[in-house]
C-alpha cells in the first residue's frame, strides 16, 4: 500500500506545462469558464448560453452604459492544479442535431480550454436547456398599440 502512496506523491509532484522547476502557474476559475463560453458561442447552432434567468439577466446588464458581455455565462468549472471540469447550460438552435452539437461544442471546449491554459479537461457535461425558433423572437416583440388619443 506505501508504494501506491509513493507513486502518487512522485507523480503529483512531477514538473508539467503549470508547474515547473522555475515557478507555479495557477489559473483562476474565471478565466476557464470565459475560454469555455467563448469557445461554445464559436460553435454553430449554440443560440446562446445560460437558461431562462441567466439570460434575463444577462439581458439587462448588457443595457448598462459601459457594462461588457459576460462570457462565462451558463458555464461553471471545477479547476484543480492540472485538471478541469465545464459544465454548460446551452440554448440550441431549432433544427440542429443536438448530439451532433454537443459533440462540437465538447471538441471546441476541451481543445481551447486545454490550449490556452495547459490543464487537462476531464469532462464538458452540456445541459440543454430549450431551442430557439425563430418565430418566437416576433412574438416576444410588443405589438403596436393603437393610439388612445388622435
Known amino acids: ?20 522547476s522555475q515557478g507555479h502557474t495557477t489559473i483562476a476559475d474565471t478565466v476557464v469558464s470565459k475560454i469555455a463560453g467563448i469557445a461554445a458561442n464559436e460553435v454553430n447552432g449554440v443560440y446562446a448560453l445560460g437558461g431562462g434567468a441567466a439570460r434575463a439577466i444577462g439581458a439587462l446588464r448588457e443595457r448598462i452604459p459601459g457594462a461588457t458581455t459576460n462570457h462565462s455565462q451558463g458555464v461553471s468549472v471545477e479547476v484543480g492544479e492540472k485538471q478541469a471540469a465545464v459544465d454548460i447550460n446551452l440554448i440550441a438552435e ?57
Do not use: C, F
Open 1 to 20: 500500500m506505501s508504494q501506491t502512496t509513493t507513486s502518487t506523491a512522485v507523480a503529483s509532484t512531477k514538473p508539467g506545462a503549470l508547474t515547473t
Open 94 to 150: 431549432y433544427g440542429v442535431s443536438i448530439a451532433d452539437l454537443a459533440a462540437g461544442v465538447r471538441r471546441n471546449v476541451v481543445s481551447s480550454v486545454e490550449r490556452m491554459t495547459g490543464l487537462q479537461v476531464t469532462e464538458v457535461n452540456i445541459d440543454v436547456a430549450d431551442v430557439h425558433i425563430p418565430s418566437d423572437d416576433d412574438e416576444h416583440e410588443a405589438p403596436a398599440k393603437p393610439a388612445r388619443v388622435q
